[in-house]
């Protein structure tokens, strides 16, 4: 699979990816995967909502949220492509990672985000055919051919 690319600036991009090592760490941090999305995406409950179902405002994404799974999610798109293409990974640390960024937070959040549902958009490839018959029945069926 191609490793996404995430633009850090109009010269510069890197490979990111979202995988299960991430979403273990957002979990671990945020309590839910679906908490932490609405943190990126910048939607946070209304403080004087009243009664019934949670209501939500739109406001700026949170930047702990960004600085919390960009580098996460980009040492793991430099790993994936040191596994699949043998490239060498830079020695870069979260920090000047970070630095390095001269796009909108915004832009980035959204890039953050789009990778995030990609990863649970992803199909499996050649997924066996499910059994008409199960096992059991073909097991059955087989020993009763074989004494008759």
Do not use: W
Not at 30 to 42: C, K, M, N, Q, S
Not at 62 to 71: M, N, T, V
Not at 125 to 142: A, H
């Amino acid at each position: 699979m191609e490793v996404a690319r995430v633009k850090l600036s109009d010269t510069t991009e890197v490979p990111f990816r979202c995988d299960l090592f991430v979403l273990k760490a957002i979990q671990d941090k945020y309590g839910t995967i679906e908490a932490f999305e609405r943190e990126l995406v910048g939607m946070y409950k209304k403080e004087n909502a009243s009664g019934g179902k949670d209501q939500y405002e739109m406001r700026e994404p949170s930047i702990e949220a960004l600085l919390f799974a960009f580098p996460l999610m980009v040492r793991e798109g430099f790993r994936a492509e040191k596994e699949e293409n043998g490239r060498e990974i830079p020695d870069m640390n979260d920090m000047q990672l970070v630095l390095s960024i001269r796009r909108d937070y915004r832009l980035i959040a959204e890039d953050i985000h789009e990778e995030l549902r990609r990863c649970f958009g992803v199909k499996k490839k050649n997924s066996p055919k499910k059994e008409s018959r199960p096992i059991l029945m073909k097991l059955k069926q087989l020993i009763l051919r074989t004494y008759k």
